[in-house]
Structures are given as structure tokens and as C-alpha cells.
């Protein structure tokens, strides 16, 4: 018995000792990238327990190279069970006092999170959805101008039930619009004489081959092979798009995931012309847009996501880092990115 309390004492103090030490040096690295606040989340509320299934498998291991039993003997299971309870009880007793250090250690830190979380709470709950826009450096309307001739058989593809139609004065009397959703773009644009269709069953464009003289895709991403097809020959397609730093700043925060690769006019460019497209012009565009406030920069958030933003743990970051950053130069920034990318099939195709 008493080798088992000697195990005890001795994994505690190497674990606790490992754990504080990964603490401060977490806790240092975050404070730099100013994203501690999810860190201390972690040891906020009561203490819960977490299983440490890797550190038993390697306790197991462990074990089966070092012990002088008989494999698979009685006295080798009991040792072998002896083994992982010391462990369990070593590393509970470790975590638990890792998160009482955490509490005494940053108790300050807890307290403001207490009234910061209190004090996001309140704003998230008056916020609603604002849209905010700015001019592009480039003015898609009149570039399209030249396009969207009378005599001339256009769709637009996109997925934002018809609002980017509304955006020019004047459209051929042949237009299509393909959306995912064909009811509601119906509704948007029951006043003009548009015909409103969606992909087929088997998730290609609704037209023959060679039928449309220009394809208008704004911030949706097609069958490059399908857009190709569609085109007449000497036809144009003109690819409206977000490039990949546009809202970086909420995707960084927001998505569960990381984006990889760059799509900018270039990498669309590329794209187009490795199919047989010839590029005739590209557009591009890299802003930012300014909010003078917290409220202000969730309402726009908002208006990007399917669901209000709530008082969520995972989002505290997100959060402090807007706060600090309004606190630090007044405004919070979003960038955007955008461009616009006009190319031609051949002739001959």
C-alpha cells in the first residue's frame, strides 16, 4: 500500500509541476496575441474532470515493458489495475489543483471576465442585423454596360434570391436567373419580365450547349466545365467574386475551420483560361470597412451569419479582441476583397 501512496505523491508532483508550467507558458503566449480569454474560460465555472485516455493507454504500455509478472497473470492484473488507479488518482489530484492555481493565480482576470461577459450579454441582446457597404474601386454596372446589349441572351447565376439582378438599371430582354431557391427569387423579381429557373436534378446548368451569349456568376461558385459549355462560341462570362480575404477578420473567429489556398482575380483568371476561356479583363479590389463601435460591429455580423450572434464561450475572443481594438485605435476594421474577372470562349470552340 504504501508503494502505491509513494507512486501517488511522486505522479502528482511531476504532473502538477508539467501543468503549471504549460499554463504560465499558454497563458504568456496568449496574452501577446491578446487571446487569453478563451483560456480562462476553460477554468471557469466548476471543476469537472476530464478522462486522460492517451495518458492511460501510454500508463498501459508503461507497465506491460516494466512489470516482472507474469504476463496475463493474476498478480499481473492486479498490479496492472493498481497501476492505472494510481495514475487516475495522481492526475484528478493534478487537475484539480491546476485549476485552483489558475483561479488564485489570475484571480483578477476572472473577476473582469465576469463583468465583460455581463457586459457583452447586454449589447448582444440589442443588437439586431445592419448591412454595410463600400464603393469598389471599380464600377461593376458600367463594365457590364457593353455586355448586356438587347440583342443578347444573358443569365445570372447566383444564390442571393435575385438581389444582385436588382443591381443594374438596365438587363437584356432574354435574361435568365439560376438560384437555389426558385420561389423566393420569383417573389423579388415578380415586376420584371425574368425568367427564374435552378439547376437540374442532376446539378447542371438549366440550357442546351453554346445557348447563352454572356453568364453573369456573382459570389457563387459553378462547374467551371458547365459555365463553359453554356457559352456560345465568341460568348462572355463575367465572374463576380469574393476573394479570399474578404471578412477575414470575422472568419478567423467565427468558422471552425481554416481556409486554404488564395482566390483572387489571378487564381480566377488562371482557372478560366486553363479550360479554354480567354481573359479579356479583371477587376480588383481590397478595402476595409470601419465600425466605431462594438454594437455597430455585431449588427454587421450579424447580417453575415444565418444565426444572431450569442453569449457564447467559443466567441469570447472574437469579442475582447473587437472591444480592445475599439479601445486601442477607436474603430474596429473588416476587410473586404472583391473582383471581377471578363473572359471570352473562343471563337472557334
Not at 464600377?139 to 435575385?162: C, M, P, W
Not at 427569387?185 to 442532376?202: A, F
Not at 473567429?253 to 479554354?276: A, H, V, Y
Not at 457564447?312 to 479601445?327: A, C, G, Q, W
Request: charged residues 25%.
Amino acid at each position: 500500500m504504501s508503494e502505491y501512496i509513494y507512486l501517488i505523491v511522486v505522479l502528482f508532483g511531476m504532473l502538477i509541476f508539467t501543468k503549471i508550467l504549460s499554463l504560465e507558458i499558454s497563458v504568456r503566449a496568449l496574452e501577446k496575441r491578446k487571446q487569453a480569454t478563451g483560456f480562462y474560460l476553460q477554468f471557469d465555472g466548476k471543476f469537472r474532470y476530464r478522462r486522460p485516455r492517451h495518458l492511460l493507454i501510454v500508463c498501459a504500455f508503461v507497465y506491460l515493458y516494466s512489470s516482472s509478472q507474469t504476463i496475463l497473470s493474476t498478480v499481473w492484473f492486479l498490479e496492472l489495475i493498481g497501476f492505472i488507479a494510481v495514475v487516475i488518482i495522481a492526475e484528478g489530484l493534478s487537475q484539480y489543483a491546476s485549476y485552483e492555481y489558475c483561479h488564485i493565480r489570475y484571480k483578477n482576470k476572472y473577476d473582469n471576465l465576469h463583468l465583460l461577459k455581463e457586459s457583452i450579454s447586454l449589447e448582444l441582446e440589442q443588437t439586431g442585423q445592419k448591412e454595410h457597404s463600400r464603393l469598389l474601386s471599380y464600377h461593376v454596372q458600367r463594365i457590364t454596360e457593353d455586355y448586356f446589349k438587347e440583342d443578347k441572351h444573358l443569365a445570372f447565376l447566383s444564390n442571393d434570391h435575385g438581389k444582385s439582378v436588382n443591381m443594374f438599371p438596365t438587363i437584356p430582354p432574354i435574361t435568365y436567373v439560376v438560384d437555389t431557391d426558385k420561389t423566393i427569387t420569383e417573389d423579388t423579381l415578380i415586376n420584371k419580365n425574368i425568367k427564374v429557373t435552378t439547376l437540374t436534378k442532376e446539378g447542371s446548368l438549366p440550357f442546351k450547349d453554346d445557348k447563352l451569349d454572356v453568364v453573369y456568376t456573382c459570389d457563387v461558385n459553378y462547374d467551371k466545365f458547365e459555365l463553359y459549355r453554356v457559352t456560345k462560341p465568341g460568348g462572355h462570362i463575367l465572374v463576380s467574386q469574393l476573394g479570399h480575404d474578404n471578412f477575414m477578420e470575422v472568419i478567423r473567429w467565427i468558422l471552425p475551420f481554416r481556409m486554404k489556398g488564395e482566390w483572387n482575380r489571378q487564381e480566377c483568371s488562371r482557372t478560366l483560361s486553363d479550360i479554354g476561356f480567354e481573359i479579356v479583363d479583371s477587376f480588383e479590389d481590397h478595402g476595409k470597412i470601419r465600425f466605431s463601435s462594438f454594437k455597430e460591429t455585431i449588427e454587421f455580423v450579424n447580417s453575415l451569419l444565418a444565426t444572431k450572434l450569442e453569449m457564447k464561450d467559443v466567441y469570447m475572443n472574437f469579442y475582447t479582441s473587437i472591444l480592445n481594438e475599439i479601445e486601442e485605435k477607436g474603430y474596429f476594421e473588416i476587410s473586404t476583397h472583391n473582383f471581377l474577372v471578363i473572359a471570352k470562349k473562343p471563337e472557334s470552340a
